[in-house]
């Protein structure tokens, strides 16, 4: 599929393994392999040039990002080659007007300080704050967030991928509430696609629902204000949320991506590439599964904040009982860096910041391989993997069996 044709947009299925798939996303000259991870980062924090713009442990993150000194150097550019950040992340440090239009003045990637980023930039809307407050907040700089202003900053901070602002559902909404969200993200997306028809890069539609009557109730409520023809030919993706209030219960997370699944065949949206917005860490085998192609969590960095230090993706040990001597990973072949994770570091975020690099490093390996299983075009070499992670934690075993015989083709 070819969307744009200013910055062409291609997703490539090169291999399936049931319903699992491996690609290739192409925007513009960015590629990425999928599946993967984009990790959650915010690229200004209430800080200037000089301290990397600030953001306490997202500091660190970037500093290994750019390959500082101060992370004792490196090329960690492989686990950064997609990332995920939020316009709402100019609205959580507090920060003046001044301070604002220097944020949104350049690209991302057009910057001196972030030159040595060439991944995937995905900006989401930060829809997901109306989960928890009436709205995004910008009276600190004078600005009233709305969809315009919302594509606005996406397109200044240099965006690849960017979604409608939207308005997530919670578990407990009730079916009028879910109506009006459905209602006030449709008007949200006839206004996005207008504002949008230039824009240099792909454009996904969010979509929002726990089964399939919601999610095609969903769509057929925001058709109200774009017609299903034009959401085909116009997006490039689909990114499902309002998952993150369920991501501990893996059977709603299974029964909303089968059916998602399932929606996206039935409307049109079958090739597509299709994102899970908040959901990674032990999830990700399942996910993979099930046939979804990328997702975004912040999880390696609360994990470290809550002083877990991740020895496999299904395991997480305390940061004080880690030896980070039985890892060969870039941060713990580090001496440098095995003295902060020590709790040696000139700050609090250096310390959890060089665990959580650690931690992406664990996810993103733990990609790399499934990715690498998926491509073999056989379902058994994904099956055995799931068998020897998922399957091996009791309290989701039944969730990991469930997904091999759904998506995998079962064990016999």
Known sequence: ?????????????????????????????????????????????????????????????????????????????????????????????????????????????????????????????????????????????????????????????????????????????????????????????????????????ARYLTLHGYNYSMMDEFLTEITRYTSAETLRSAFDGIALGSLVPKKDDRNALIDAVIDCRAVLKDWGFKELPLHVLGISSRAIPLLVALGVDTFDSSTYLQTAINGGYCTSLMETVDVSEANPEQCDCPVCSSEHLKEWMRGNAPYQKDMLGAVAMHNLIVQKRAIFEIRDRVRRGETEPLIEYIESTVAQDKPTRDHAHRVVNHSLGGYF
Not at 44 to 60: A, D, E, M
Not at 72 to 95: K, P, Q
Not at 156 to 168: E, H, Q, S, T, Y
């Open 1 to 201: 599929m070819s969307k744009s044709i200013i910055s062409p947009v291609d997703f490539e299925v090169t291999s399936t393994a049931g319903d699992a798939r491996a690609g290739l996303l192409s925007v513009g000259e960015t590629v990425i392999q999928t599946p993967n991870l984009f990790p959650v980062l915010n690229f200004y924090g209430g800080g200037t040039i000089n301290s990397n713009y600030g953001g306490g442990i997202h500091r660190t993150i970037k500093e290994f990002l750019i390959g500082h000194s101060r992370v004792d150097g490196g090329d960690y550019s492989r686990f950064f080659d997609g990332v995920m950040t939020s316009v709402s992340s100019l609205t959580d440090y507090n920060i003046t007007r001044e301070r604002y239009d220097d944020y949104v003045s350049q690209p991302v990637k057009e910057r001196d300080l972030f030159s040595p980023f060439s991944g995937a930039l995905f900006i989401d809307s930060g829809g997901f704050k109306f989960l928890s407050s009436k709205e995004l907040d910008g009276s600190n700089f004078q600005i009233e967030i709305d969809q315009k202003k919302v594509y606005e900053i996406q397109q200044k901070m240099g965006a690849d991928i960017i979604v409608n602002l939207d308005r997530p559902i919670a578990p407990d909404d009730t079916h009028k509430q879910r109506i009006e969200k459905a209602q006030q993200t449709g008007a949200n997306i006839a206004k996005f696609l207008e504002l949008s028809s230039d824009f240099h890069g």
